[in-house]
């Protein structure tokens, strides 16, 4: 482990190399889009579908808070594209590289929006609040040891082991920094300033009106001056899917990301010449659709009758026909997005029924005389929509070769315990996340020391197999990026040749806006970032 | 006798009757709610995405979840006792402030729904009435069955479609100019504009049934001896139309209206859904997706008082059409 004399700052190799360059890309991003200058003033009325359970994501992290907590609360980096940092609340930063200490130049002259002045106590209490209480801190910052604030703007984190993905999990939604003056004492989940919160960010909350919007205003003593542009940012959150689209079309909303918005209607608003469509900026999402099979039922049990299942049905049928085109078809675990661990050199089991019943014939379940094998129960996740149209097709697949499957339908917390605490299920079609790495979003599926009864999102197949865990224990640790990759490879070809579950397709995830709002997504956050850029063309 | 007397009776009791029936409500409610698979833990931890063992024992904890069922209960109604509704850990706020935040736009919506179907139902009742059996009280009646049997999402998409999307004469969801600073008339005009179009939509449904009801009470009434003698008096047939024909057809259609009161309060969901109105509705129907049965048992309180208090206002209003009620 790499040592350093305290109140010191060690100016390593990378040091200010990365931060400079990334710097002066930031500096020309606004102007990039249209080569226009931007515009100062007006309001931007976003719909997010759903209410979110609070606005500051330090113990939580429901999806559609990320579109609220990183306009008010920061985070110490932001990201392009391709997941390479730039600076947001650290200016520097420098990974040992053993990949054991982590140090940070924090920006001066920061205050949160109540005078207080942003300091690295601030960032050290936040870390520590990311580690206990939020669901996947716990996991992302498990290796740190300790942290050290070295001076008013100056922070390092030594760590146990090795953590490649924790560069990556800094962003604002992420691993949000919050005012330890607000914080400290308290219990994070349940601190007052989650619904109402103070922050560094370029927008002040104002008010949330239960129900109805949340409104945030335009900080004028932000760090960044001039930005942010936008006046006003107002959230709605419009639940019902025609509402929402009338919503577009009238006007009333400029933007919206995360609504539940009906394949049918896409068309005809892509038709739209004022709309624009973005499918990026979901890189901590990147949500996949999964059938995962209970490795407790004694038909699924069997590696053959999951093989057969996986030639039985017709993936590019869901992707046509349930999502109308808006969705790639999954050979593995990894959503195409999450590009620097995609592989598309995987085994395909393709679409060929006669091959699934040749399969079950010859592992040993003849069609009985109503010409049924067996059966199963499909649950998918939500009663309606996507989820229960992909399993009533599979179900209906599956009914061809002769396993009789039945669809049933609760909702989403009766799914969770269904599927996770009684384990009641034969296939959960489920929607996944693989966030931001794999470590992160994959591992917990299929882990053996993640079978957890009780604990949502986590090994729901009981699937239990030494070479994959230990292919995802070393990857967790691996500073190299490229050896890294490789295990994840060799990880992908194991858990698609013993299927614990059949991916399905990766959903495309969209914002619809009007097209005078501009710079709403700047990388891979999308419009999960601080939103300072955003500003409405005139 | 004087009416005085007697409609103080009634509400001694009625007051009398609410609180065993309040009481009843909240326990069978509490264990009606525990027969639903999961608990708010598992629907927090669905909205997330993601858990660990420690996340859930904590979420359990901030809810009281890991006491046994019937401690839970016993706290709830300790703190009932202390006019208390609790306090929501998924909505970090107290349930009494949650559902007053609501409750002035519910109260609204409602009122203004069922002014809206009092108003035509007995226009167009009247109208049936008077023409009972000729063409207009056929065509009347054809389109209040028409909008009886028509689904009302479909009614509240189709008059946002007609009047936001194409005519852009009025917004098409919530309930207010967000982040606006109208007050006084403005604000008013504002806020009537938001509401045009949901009341309309929860209204159309009891239209029908008003209008239906109003015919059938008024055909009977017409042969009524009084109503003979009323004539008889020389009054004009307009007089006796409204004062001794609709007066007293006005008695099944309060006992109903009373009754849709209280389903109005809570079964606006779908309307509340499709115009995103912050309502009672709404939030009744979210806390029984998150398993929160804190609000929910607060707002199924509340429900229950605000439909005894109408019931009592519907007897009121009774004794004062039809002196003879509540004689006995």
Do not use: C
């Not at chain 1, 899917?241 to 394949?263: C, D, K, R, W, Y």
Request: hydrophobic residues 45%.
């Amino acid at each position: 482990m790499t040592t350093h004399p305290r109140g010191v700052l060690a100016p390593t190799r990378r040091a200010f190399l990365l931060s400079t360059a990334a710097l002066a890309l930031i500096g020309t991003l606004p102007g990039v889009s249209f080569g226009a200058e931007p515009v100062q003033g007006g309001t931007l009325t976003v719909n997010i579908g759903n209410e979110p359970p609070v606005l500051v994501l330090i113990a939580h992290t429901a999806g559609q808070s990320v579109y609220l907590s990183s306009k008010v609360t920061e985070g110490l980096l932001t990201y392009d594209f391709d997941f390479n940092p730039k600076p947001l609340l650290a200016t520097e930063w420098d990974v040992a590289e053993d990949g054991l200490r982590y140090h940070f130049k924090l920006r001066e002259g920061v205050k949160w929006h109540d005078g207080q002045d942003f300091t690295a106590d601030d960032v050290a209490y936040s870390i520590q609040a990311l580690k206990d209480n939020h669901p996947r801190g716990r996991a992302t910052f498990a290796q740190v040891k300790t942290i050290n604030v070295l001076g008013p703007h100056e922070i390092e984190l030594l760590l146990e082991k090795p953590s490649p993905f924790l560069i990556t999990a800094l962003a604002s939604s992420e691993s949000p920094i919050v005012p330890k003056h607000l914080y400290e004492g308290t219990d994070p989940a349940t601190n007052p300033n989650n619904i109402a919160p103070v922050g560094t960010g370029p927008f002040i909350f104002k008010e949330w009106v239960r129900g109805s919007h949340v409104l945030y205003e335009r900080n004028p003593n932000y760090w960044d001056a001039p930005k942010p542009y936008l006046d006003k940012l107002v959230y709605r959150f419009i639940t019902d899917p025609a509402a929402s689209v009338a919503a577009i079309e009238t006007g009333e909303v400029l933007l919206t990301v995360g609504a539940n918005i009906p394949f049918t209607d896409i068309a005809r608003l892509q038709a739209s010449p004022t709309l624009g469509f973005e499918t990026r900026g979901f890189g901590y999402g990147n949500g996949i659709t999964r059938a995962e099979f209970n490795f407790d039922n004694k038909f699924l049990a069997d590696p053959k009758v999951r093989v057969a299942i996986a030639h039985a049905v017709d993936k590019n049928f869901i992707a046509n026909t349930v999502y109308l085109g808006h969705a790639k078809v999954l050979n593995g675990p990894v959503n195409p997005a999450l590009a620097k661990f995609f592989t598309p050199d995987l085994p395909v089991y393709e679409f060929d029924p006669a091959k699934a019943e040749a399969i079950l014939d010859e592992a040993g379940y003849p069609r009985g005389g109503d010409g049924t094998r067996f059966t199963l129960n499909i649950d998918p996740t939500q009663p309606a929509g996507a989820p229960r149209q992909s399993a009533e097709y599979i179900a209906q697949a599956l009914d061809k070769v002769g396993i009789k499957t039945t669809v049933r339908t609760q909702d989403y917390a009766a799914f969770v315990k269904r599927v996770y605490t009684d384990r009641d299920f034969d296939i959960a079609l489920e929607g996944m996340s693989n966030l931001f790495d794999p470590t992160v979003g994959i591992q917990r599926l299929y882990w053996s020391k993640n079978f957890k009864p009780g604990v949502p999102f986590s090994n729901g197949a009981h699937y239990q197999s030494a070479e994959t865990d230990r292919l995802l224990e070393a990857a967790a640790v691996e500073p190299d990026a490229k050896k890294r990759f490789d295990l994840f490879v060799d990880f992908q070809k194991q858990v698609v040749a013993d299927l614990p579950a059949l991916d399905l397709v990766a959903p495309d995830s969209f914002v619809i806006f009007d097209k005078r709002v501009v710079n709403h997504t700047l990388g891979a956050e999308g419009f999960g970032s601080n939103g300072a850029d955003i500003y409405l063309a005139s | 006798m004087s009416s005085l007397p007697r409609i103080a009776r009634a509400l001694r009791r009625t007051v009398l009757q609410a609180i065993p029936t309040v009481i009843g409500i909240v326990i069978l409610n509490f264990f009606l709610l525990q027969l639903a698979p999961g608990d708010a833990a598992d629907a927090m931890a669905a909205e997330a995405g993601s858990a660990t063992e420690e996340t859930m024992a904590a979420m359990r904890e901030r809810f009281g979840l890991n006491l046994p069922m019937l401690d839970q209960l016993l706290t709830y109604l300790n703190n009932l006792a202390h006019f208390s509704l609790g306090y929501s850990p998924r909505y970090s706020m107290p349930v009494s402030d949650l559902i007053g935040q609501r409750l002035p736009g519910t109260l609204t919506l409602m009122a203004m729904a069922l002014a809206i179907a009092l108003l035509i139902g007995l226009t167009l009742g009247s109208l049936m009435a008077a023409f009972a059996g000729r063409l207009p009280d056929r065509l009347i009646s054809i389109f209040s069955l028409l909008f009886y049997s028509v689904p009302g999402f479909w009614i509240g998409l189709m008059l946002i479609v007609l009047f936001s999307v194409t005519l852009g004469w009025l917004p098409s969801g919530g309930s207010g100019t967000i982040g606006s600073d109208l007050s006084g008339w403005a604000g008013i005009v504002d806020k009537a504009r938001y509401m045009v179009l949901p009341a309309t939509s929860l209204a159309l449904f009891y239209v029908a049934i008003y209008a239906r009801l109003t015919r059938a009470a008024m055909l009977e009434v017409r042969n009524q001896d009084f109503v003979r003698t009323a004539y008889a008096k020389g009054l004009s047939p307009a007089v006796v139309t409204v004062k001794h024909i609709l007066r007293n057809a006005l008695i099944p259609i309060t006992t109903m209206a009373g009754m849709h009161v209280g389903g109005m309060l809570g079964g606006a969901v779908v309307v509340e859904t499709v115009y995103s109105w912050p309502g009672l509705g709404r939030l009744a129907f979210e806390a029984v997706m998150g398993r929160d049965y804190t609000v929910l048992l607060g707002i199924l309180l509340l429900s229950s008082l605000l439909v005894i208090l109408a019931n009592a206002v519907v007897d009121i209003l009774q004794t004062w059409l039809d002196p003879r009620i509540g004689e006995l």
